[in-house]
């Protein structure tokens, strides 16, 4: 294209200038899909990289591996189908990062590589690629491989080897077959400054929360989904703290532990599963937060945030039914 | 070129820009070489022979290609008819372009001068239908339209555009008049003149009332006035004209009025010109003036792949011949440098819900653009408010994977009016 547009330029008489004939409008606000892309990755720097310092190395080899597959799998669905090459947009890397967040740092490198074929192939590529995905990838690829292969997620198994400065429990797992009591047993600030054990970039509250501030005011991400969400968490487990305070731990503690913050700010609020309407996105957040809770507290699953994130993306195009009227609509 | 504001919280807002106080001077263009005009064409009449290559022609003289329809041009110079040659315009609008060269010293014909003592509609159809700014006559004539209100547009829809702002601003005289003519012969109840919201004031004495809208695109969009302005909100599939509202710009208003007051048909139009590096100038040229001149009169270099935009950068369309004249309705003239240009792409839709957010028709834009790109117009219609769309182009304008919405939406209504066209022709 360009050598083509040079050799035109290059011919010094041509009798008439081409111009290039488009539509309106002529203006563009100058927002790309990579943009968006970038800052999500950004955003989840923070958290990521005090998974890096805790874990050390094999923790990078996850994160490095599930990128550059996922980049792989999107390329190799791209030939397959003879389709345009859509890695540069940044999504499959993206999915790749965000998905080695959710990992303990031993995963086996085989589970990365099938992990992240079920995000891009079976939770994105199959349905058309980015946009007309029904269920977020990496939820998909998490809650399969939980169900799949139940050890790899169970993190107190997985990181048993560690030897960190803090408590080697996975404090949601504890709190569940342990009551409230091995709750408290953790302070609540050292957990919020990631000093728990669990994925390589879902446990550093502090991180996730300025990741999703930050994707929040740059409206990459929407506050009405995220915001939501984390009050539909906070909220049931208060009651549910309530009503059995020796059983179930309190919202607190429920907020900052497993998945939640990664889940409100990265998973919930990815674009093509949540809804655009304000009414809609508030359901669809709490809605997700109340299931998180009623998973963990009364299901047989440690984390619900990823079969929560599931089935609220399976409400979402009913909820967009729920919209304003359009101007001028003749009923 | 508007971009995104750093922060994304609140939606992204385009305002229209206010002239200063002390109105910047309009800079003359000289009568190019040669003046092409685009006459209507009808495509079941032959292009009859009753004015031919070689004729001479004065200025202000009526040009009708077809005698027994009520389509002409009005010359703007003296001079000879040099060529007629078919013309394809958007959306299969096809016309006659009538190139004449300018010859001799201006000569003004006279008919119209001898009949503009008493003002009459069916003489401003007969003379005024192309006048700078083209006021819709045709729509006011038809008694069965039943116009009721007339709203005189003294700000331009598109923003950075400020040829009817600068006209409304800088001809008070001309505007007083043309209302006063317009009261005169039209049976309407209403003329209102539209403003910027800020300068309601200094309108006193007009001879209308005048009514400020917000200074942010898309509050100037007939639609919108509609709304904001008169309460009434257009229901969907139907025109600001069926509900009997007309637009009329204020440079159309001033051409009535100038016409009236001098005795000779105006022939200069006033448009806004924007340069590559963004400076806006207002300009005077001839109708019919090609593109190429005035660019040549402001030493703006055209280079390939650029493009040339006849309208606002919202609206507008852009133009690919550097021939291509200056019409009675061109308010503005945009040249954008490739490397400026907005690019679309084939992405698909990726439901960030940006142009939900912005629609000021409440539109699911990111349904309808799916319905749209299956060609699946009627469903699009039905399920998802094709018709309430009133035309901005600001979901193609946040649109993150860079659809072009907005030719989208314009062609779907094109197409589904070619269809029932078509249907109701069959019946």
Same mark, same amino acid.
């Given at each position: 294209?360009?050598?083509?547009?040079?050799?035109?330029?290059?011919?010094?008489?041509?009798?008439?200038?081409?111009?290039?004939?488009?539509?309106?409008?002529?203006?563009?606000?100058?927002?790309?899909?990579?943009?968006?892309?970038?800052?999500?990755?950004?955003?989840?720097?923070?958290?990521?990289?005090?998974?890096?310092?805790?874990?050390?190395?094999? +923790? /990078?080899? &996850? !994160?490095?591996?599930? %990128?550059?597959?996922?980049? #792989?799998?999107?390329?190799?669905?791209? *030939? =397959?189908?003879?389709?345009?090459?859509?890695?540069?947009?940044?999504?499959?890397?993206?999915?790749?990062?965000?998905?080695?967040?959710?990992?303990?740092?031993?995963?086996?490198?085989?589970?990365?590589?099938?992990?992240?074929?079920?995000?891009?192939?079976?939770?994105?590529?199959?349905?058309?690629?980015?946009?007309?995905?029904?269920?977020?990838?990496? +939820? /998909?690829? &998490? !809650?399969?491989?939980? %169900?799949?292969?139940?050890? #790899?997620?169970?993190?107190?198994?997985? *990181? =048993?080897?560690?030897?960190?400065?803090?408590?080697?429990?996975?404090?949601?797992?504890?709190?569940?077959?342990?009551?409230?009591?091995?709750?408290?047993?953790?302070?609540?600030?050292?957990?919020?400054?990631?000093?728990?054990?669990?994925?390589?970039?879902?446990?550093?509250?502090?991180?996730?929360?300025?990741?999703?501030?930050?994707?929040?005011?740059?409206?990459?991400?929407?506050?009405?989904?995220?915001?939501?969400?984390?009050?539909?968490?906070?909220?049931?487990?208060?009651?549910?703290?309530?009503?059995?305070?020796?059983?179930?731990?309190?919202?607190?503690?429920?907020?900052?532990?497993?998945?939640?913050?990664?889940?409100?700010?990265?998973?919930?609020?990815?674009?093509?599963?949540?809804?655009?309407?304000?009414?809609?996105?508030?359901?669809?957040?709490?809605?997700?937060?109340?299931?998180?809770?009623?998973?963990?507290?009364?299901?047989?699953?440690?984390?619900?945030?990823?079969?929560?994130?599931?089935?609220?993306?399976?409400?979402?195009?009913?909820?967009?039914?729920?919209?304003?009227?359009?101007?001028?609509?003749?009923? | 070129?508007?971009?995104?504001?750093?922060?994304?919280?609140?939606?992204?807002?385009?305002?229209?820009?206010?002239?200063?106080?002390?109105?910047?001077?309009?800079?003359?263009?000289?009568?190019?070489?040669?003046?092409?005009?685009?006459?209507?064409?009808?495509?079941?009449?032959?292009?009859?022979?009753?004015?031919?290559?070689?004729?001479?022609?004065?200025?202000?003289?009526?040009?009708?290609?077809?005698?027994?329809?009520?389509?002409?041009?009005?010359?703007?110079?003296?001079?000879?008819?040099?060529?007629?040659?078919?013309?394809?315009?958007?959306?299969?609008?096809?016309?006659?372009?009538?190139?004449?060269?300018?010859?001799?010293?201006?000569?003004?014909?006279?008919?119209?001068?001898?009949?503009?003592?008493?003002?009459?509609?069916?003489?401003?159809?007969?003379?005024?239908?192309?006048?700078?700014?083209?006021?819709?006559?045709?729509?006011?004539?038809?008694?069965?339209?039943?116009?009721?209100?007339?709203?005189?547009?003294?700000?331009?829809?598109?923003?950075?555009?400020?040829?009817?702002?600068?006209?409304?601003?800088?001809?008070?005289?001309?505007?007083?008049?043309?209302?006063?003519?317009?009261?005169?012969?039209?049976?309407?109840?209403?003329?209102?003149?539209?403003?910027?919201?800020?300068?309601?004031?200094?309108?006193?004495?007009?001879?209308?009332?005048?009514?400020?809208?917000?200074?942010?695109?898309?509050?100037?969009?007939?639609?919108?006035?509609?709304?904001?302005?008169?309460?009434?909100?257009?229901?969907?599939?139907?025109?600001?004209?069926?509900?009997?509202?007309?637009?009329?710009?204020?440079?159309?208003?001033?051409?009535?009025?100038?016409?009236?007051?001098?005795?000779?048909?105006?022939?200069?139009?006033?448009?806004?010109?924007?340069?590559?590096?963004?400076?806006?100038?207002?300009?005077?040229?001839?109708?019919?003036?090609?593109?190429?001149?005035?660019?040549?009169?402001?030493?703006?270099?055209?280079?390939?792949?650029?493009?040339?935009?006849?309208?606002?950068?919202?609206?507008?369309?852009?133009?690919?011949?550097?021939?291509?004249?200056?019409?009675?309705?061109?308010?503005?003239?945009?040249?954008?440098?490739?490397?400026?240009?907005?690019?679309?792409?084939?992405?698909?839709?990726?439901?960030?819900?940006?142009?939900?957010?912005?629609?000021?028709?409440?539109?699911?834009?990111?349904?309808?653009?799916?319905?749209?790109?299956?060609?699946?117009?009627?469903?699009?219609?039905?399920?998802?408010?094709?018709?309430?769309?009133?035309?901005?182009?600001?979901?193609?304008?946040?649109?993150?994977?860079?659809?072009?919405?907005?030719?989208?939406?314009?062609?779907?209504?094109?197409?589904?009016?070619?269809?029932?066209?078509?249907?109701?022709?069959?019946?």
């Amino acid at each position: 294209m360009l050598e083509k547009r040079k050799a035109v330029e290059q011919q010094p008489s041509l009798i008439q200038k081409k111009l290039v004939v488009s539509h309106a409008p002529f203006l563009h606000n100058g927002s790309r899909i990579t943009e968006r892309s970038y800052h999500t990755m950004l955003a989840a720097l923070p958290a990521l990289l005090l998974g890096f310092y805790h874990y050390g190395m094999p +923790a /990078v080899g &996850v !994160a490095c591996l599930a %990128v550059s597959t996922a980049i #792989l799998w999107e390329l190799v669905i791209n *030939l =397959v189908t003879r389709r345009p090459i859509t890695i540069g947009d940044g999504n499959a890397a993206i999915i790749g990062l965000i998905f080695a967040m959710l990992l303990p740092a031993t995963m086996p490198w085989w589970a990365v590589i099938t992990g992240t074929f079920i995000a891009v192939v079976i939770g994105k590529q199959i349905y058309g690629g980015i946009g007309s995905n029904a269920f977020n990838p990496v +939820a /998909v690829a &998490v !809650a399969i491989m939980m %169900v799949a292969w139940k050890g #790899l997620f169970d993190f107190d198994g997985m *990181l =048993v080897n560690y030897n960190l400065d803090f408590a080697t429990l996975y404090p949601i797992a504890a709190a569940k077959h342990f009551g409230s009591a091995s709750a408290e047993s953790f302070s609540l600030w050292k957990i919020f400054l990631g000093q728990q054990l669990g994925g390589i970039g879902s446990t550093f509250g502090l991180g996730l929360l300025i990741g999703g501030i930050y994707l929040m005011l740059r409206g990459f991400i929407r506050w009405e989904i995220s915001l939501t969400f984390l009050a539909g968490v906070y909220l049931t487990a208060f009651v549910f703290n309530l009503a059995d305070p020796v059983r179930f731990a309190g919202p607190a503690f429920h907020l900052l532990t497993g998945y939640t913050l990664i889940g409100a700010f990265f998973l919930a609020t990815e674009d093509s599963s949540s809804p655009v309407n304000f009414v809609p996105m508030l359901i669809y957040g709490g809605f997700g937060g109340i299931m998180t809770v009623l998973i963990r507290n009364i299901g047989v699953w440690v984390d619900g945030v990823i079969l929560a994130i599931l089935v609220c993306n399976l409400i979402n195009p009913l909820l967009d039914k729920i919209r304003p009227q359009a101007l001028g609509k003749v009923v | 070129m508007v971009k995104k504001a750093f922060w994304g919280l609140s939606t992204p807002q385009i305002n229209y820009e206010m002239l200063p106080v002390h109105l910047p001077e309009t800079e003359k263009i000289p009568t190019p070489q040669r003046i092409t005009l685009l006459h209507p064409k009808n495509d079941t009449l032959n292009v009859p022979s009753a004015m031919g290559i070689g004729d001479a022609v004065k200025t202000g003289a009526k040009l009708s290609l077809y005698p027994d329809q009520n389509d002409y041009v009005i010359s703007p110079v003296t001079g000879k008819i040099a060529a007629l040659s078919p013309y394809t315009g958007d959306f299969g609008k096809s016309y006659i372009a009538i190139a004449i060269t300018p010859e001799g010293d201006e000569i003004i014909d006279d008919t119209f001068q001898q009949q503009s003592q008493s003002p009459t509609l069916e003489l401003l159809c007969e003379y005024l239908s192309g006048a700078p700014g083209n006021p819709p006559l045709s729509l006011l004539a038809d008694s069965n339209g039943g116009i009721h209100t007339i709203i005189i547009r003294g700000l331009d829809p598109d923003p950075t555009v400020a040829t009817n702002q600068y006209i409304a601003q800088s001809r008070f005289n001309d505007l007083k008049k043309g209302i006063e003519i317009l009261k005169q012969v039209a049976d309407v109840r209403d003329i209102i003149l539209i403003t910027a919201g800020e300068s309601v004031q200094g309108y006193g004495h007009i001879g209308a009332p005048v009514k400020g809208v917000k200074t942010t695109y898309p509050s100037a969009l007939p639609h919108m006035v509609m709304k904001d302005v008169l309460g009434q909100v257009v229901p969907a599939g139907k025109t600001c004209e069926e509900l009997g509202v007309c637009f009329i710009t204020a440079e159309a208003v001033i051409s009535i009025g100038s016409a009236f007051e001098s005795g000779q048909l105006p022939t200069s139009k006033t448009l806004t010109f924007i340069k590559k590096d963004g400076t806006r100038k207002i300009i005077e040229a001839r109708i019919g003036t090609p593109i190429g001149d005035i660019l040549e009169a402001f030493g703006e270099t055209v280079n390939e792949f650029d493009r040339i935009i006849f309208g606002g950068p919202m609206t507008g369309s852009a133009v690919y011949a550097l021939e291509h004249p200056v019409q009675p309705d061109t308010d503005s003239i945009i040249v954008v440098d490739r490397d400026k240009a907005a690019y679309v792409s084939d992405y698909p839709c990726i439901n960030c819900g940006e142009c939900v957010r912005i629609c000021p028709a409440k539109i699911q834009v990111h349904m309808l653009v799916r319905f749209l790109e299956a060609n699946q117009y009627e469903n699009a219609a039905d399920s998802y408010d094709l018709h309430s769309c009133i035309e901005c182009g600001l979901c193609s304008y946040v649109c993150v994977s860079r659809i072009p919405i907005f030719q989208y939406i314009k062609l779907a209504k094109y197409e589904l009016k070619r269809a029932m066209t078509a249907e109701a022709a069959d019946a």
